[in-house]
């Protein structure tokens, strides 16, 4: 079975800096899908970013940018210039490449952005 | 486009009755994936169904059911409430469902008491 850790319940950082939220996971498999949502408090998820393992370059979404080192199995999310709408809880998820499209969430960091 | 949506935002039953929860997804997705999440946890997959299939199913019991509607729209069904059902259900819809990215609705706030 798959595991996924975020090893940082909390974090806080000042508006405009730079933030890096951590995850590793665990999995016999190698291919598979890694994924960051974003849970405001408004409760809605929403993807941040996405990675197909298979590829080496990690993926960038505007601020938003995944350092995936494949064989440490650890999946990073750098937020750069941190805006307070960043504030939310931010979640890791391992997806498997095939049966079906089971997430397998980490227990989350709440990030806060201080003005 | 409108995203995923969810009936009704929130709910209290007491223990013993049965719940449904509905979702409609994104127009075009064929693949609705529901979820569980507790205060302060990540969300736990309960089932998938596509194409009106169940694809999978998570560890729950089987007072918890679900089923997939022509129009790809689906019901998440549990039967004889727990407290510990208490919880957030979200839905989530992809295109094909399979590798695909998942889409959330804003999710069903249960309380069960």
């Known amino acids: 079975a798959q595991t996924v850790t975020q090893s940082q319940p909390e974090m806080s950082v000042q508006e405009a800096e730079t933030v890096t939220l951590s995850c590793t996971y665990d999995?016999?498999?190698?291919?598979?899908?890694l994924f960051w949502y974003k849970q405001p408090p408004s409760r809605q998820m929403i993807l941040v970013i996405r990675?197909?393992?298979?590829?080496?370059q990690n993926a960038t979404e505007n601020r938003f940018s995944v350092n995936f080192q494949k064989a440490a199995k650890s999946f990073s999310l750098k937020i750069s210039d941190s805006q307070l709408g960043d504030t939310a809880m931010y979640f890791c998820a391992f997806m498997k490449n095939f049966g079906n499209e089971k997430l397998t969430f980490g227990t989350g960091t709440r990030l806060t952005i201080i003005p | 486009d409108a995203g995923v949506t969810q009936s009704p935002t929130h709910l209290i039953k007491t223990r013993g009755q049965h719940v449904t929860l509905r979702c409609s997804p994104i127009s075009g997705h064929k693949s609705v994936s529901w979820y569980q999440q507790v205060l302060g946890q990540g969300p736990q997959f309960i089932f998938q169904y596509y194409e009106k299939e169940e694809r999978g199913r998570g560890n729950f019991p089987d007072r918890f059911s679900a089923r997939q509607f022509p129009n790809y729209s689906s019901e998440l069904n549990v039967n004889a409430l727990l407290l510990g059902d208490s919880a957030l259900y979200l839905c989530?819809?992809?295109?094909?469902?399979?590798?695909?990215?998942?889409?959330f609705g804003p999710g069903t706030r249960l309380l069960v008491l």
């Open positions: 989530a819809s992809s295109l094909r469902g399979l590798g695909e990215t998942q889409y």
């Open positions: 999995t016999s498999e190698s291919n598979y899908y």
């Open positions: 990675q197909e393992a298979y590829k080496q």
